[in-house]
């Protein structure tokens, strides 16, 4: 029976997670809309959780992040009326276990957090995480456990749909490699520059940010891909040492025991 759904309002998905202790039950997943409103999300939460036979009234408890302010509340709302108690919103004040030094950490998006906070727990520091999303982000942390600061870019799907959306004839295309990186047809050609490509910049952003966590031996630093297209990177490159999709979720549901979560 699951004892926790943890929630992460993404730029382009919503995705949720129901945990018993820290095991990981079941994942979904719905496209982020800043339309609906909480009833619409109540109902929509209902039916995806009732789809893999978890019963929301069962669940005692949540924990949410959100890099959307326009949806939080109305997220909150819904989980707030769906389980019959507020969810742990995480955010400023949260206990994390992790020092961030940034220039304004409350810059940093609640969903980076929980991955450093995940990733350290998980497989120690120096290590790098890449999360291939909206946007493909870095993160570095450190051995002693602080968040060092990024790198942030536009993600793949982002810059597939602005090649789409920014030229006259080229067309949208799933992103998976072609058999060679020189493209004998525009399609292959593009899917050449966006997978290839985005493998390259991975490789190249890791190596500058283990260069400078741990300059004396960069091979220290583990690297830790999660996101929706980190299994796209990763069939095309060895730069991953975990590969982990549910880090976040993982992180949130750490998140709640760190913060008084039982």
Known sequence: MAKLLAVDV?????????????????????ATDVRRTADEHNLLLQGML???????????????????????????????????????????????GIKVNYDRPQDVGTDRIADAVAAYRLYGGPCIIVDLGTATVFDAISADAEYLGGAIAPGMTLAAE?????????????????????????????RSGLVFGYVGLVEGMVRRFAAEMSPEDPSACRVIGTGGLA????????????????LTLVGLQMLYELNGGE
């Open 162 to 190: 602005a090649l789409y959306q920014g030229t006259s004839q080229l067309r949208r295309v799933d992103l998976q490699a072609p058999e060679k990186a020189i493209g004998r047809n525009t399609t292959d050609a593009m």
């Open 231 to 246: 299994k796209i990177v990763a069939a095309q490159s060895d730069v991953f040492q975990e590969v982990n999709e549910d």
């Open 10 to 30: 993404g730029n382009s998905n919503v995705t949720l997670g129901a945990f018993e202790g820290d095991r990981l039950l079941a994942t979904w997943r719905f």
């Open 50 to 96: 009732r789809s893999k036979d978890v019963i929301p009234a069962d669940i005692p408890a949540a924990v949410m992040c959100s890099v959307v302010p326009p949806l939080t509340s109305a997220i909150e709302n819904a989980l707030e009326n769906l389980l019959g108690v507020p969810p742990m919103v995480i955010g400023r004040g949260t206990r994390t």
